[in-house]
């Protein structure tokens, strides 16, 4: 029997591979289409179509990374946030699901503001500033982060979504900021202590640590940035952070003794403590 020569293998014969390799059919899908430069839709429409040689190796190249634990969302260089496809890459953590609850919370506290100021502190591919500089137009929000790597990704991603109202800003957390210049103040800041087995799992193996991490407890950012913000928002203004689903107590107690007021707790899809939201009573602490 004649084989085909591999440069006229097939769409069909790709995907099969890529399935045996991968325990998610799902992820050998996306990685062949990815690979291909095609939609899923376009790979099942016509699974006799030719693969040349050169993309049957980058998406073996894909699908081999991806049997040896690299993230699938760094792999495809995207990943889908709020509805916006944002690039992502080692640079920045992968946006998470759960992380959209903070911005449903920052949506409908912006509601009661017109053209209002929000930070977004550690903002990594630009996420959670830009889904809510997308449905606020009329929001003028900085993005800021200790990374110059991340604030490529996140730059990137603004100018490819033609989003226009967020400014970037290497910062530490809230550090250049002058007294009062926000009316909401935004975070998923790094939350896992450091040392914990958690973070040798999965994607976060490859994940940059430093949007990870944070001290022993995991709460040093947290506490800086709640002490931060007393500063930085305006009276009445909102600060709203996301946190491990075991670190609800901790965090709620901090932010009292900081002084903030109406300590809000939040569940994610999951069920799981996940945000807390509070404002400041605009009284300097
Ligand atoms: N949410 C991350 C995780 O649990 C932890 C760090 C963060 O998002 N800030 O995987």
């Not at 929001?139 to 979504?161: E, F, I």
């Amino acid at each position: 029997m004649n084989r085909a020569p591999p440069s006229s293998r097939t769409v069909a014969e790709l995907l099969a591979t890529a399935r045996a390799e991968l325990p998610d059919p799902r992820e050998a899908v996306l990685l062949v289409a990815h690979a291909l430069g095609l939609s899923r839709e376009a790979l099942y429409a016509h699974p006799e179509q030719p693969v040349t040689s050169a993309d049957r190796e980058q998406a073996l190249a894909l699908v081999t990374a991806r049997a040896a634990g690299q993230p699938v969302a760094y792999l495809a260089g995207r990943r889908e946030f709020h509805g916006l496809a944002l690039e992502v890459g080692p640079a920045v953590l992968i946006p998470r699901p759960e992380t959209e609850l903070l911005v449903e919370l920052a949506l409908g506290r912006l509601k009661e503001i017109s053209s209002p100021t929000v930070a977004d502190l550690g903002t990594g591919s630009g996420a959670i500033a830009l889904a809510l500089a997308r449905e606020r137009p009329d929001a003028s929000v900085t993005a800021t982060d200790q990374s110059k790597a991340a604030l490529s990704v996140a730059g990137r991603n603004a100018r490819r979504l033609g989003i226009d109202n967020v400014c970037f800003l290497q910062s530490n957390w809230l550090a250049p900021f002058a007294a009062a210049s926000f009316d909401l103040v935004v975070s998923n800041p790094p939350y896992v202590a450091a040392g914990d087995p958690y973070l040798e799992q999965g994607d976060l193996r490859f994940e940059p640590s430093e949007a990870l991490a944070s001290g022993p407890d995991g709460l040093d950012a947290i506490r800086r940035i709640a002490a931060d913000a007393r500063r930085c928002l305006k009276p009445g203004g909102s600060l709203m952070l996301e946190h491990g689903a075991d670190q609800q107590p901790a965090v709620c107690a901090l932010l009292a003794e900081h002084g903030y007021i109406g300590i809000e707790t939040h569940r994610d899809l999951a069920g799981l403590p996940r945000a807390v939201t509070c404002n400041s009573s605009g009284a300097m602490a």
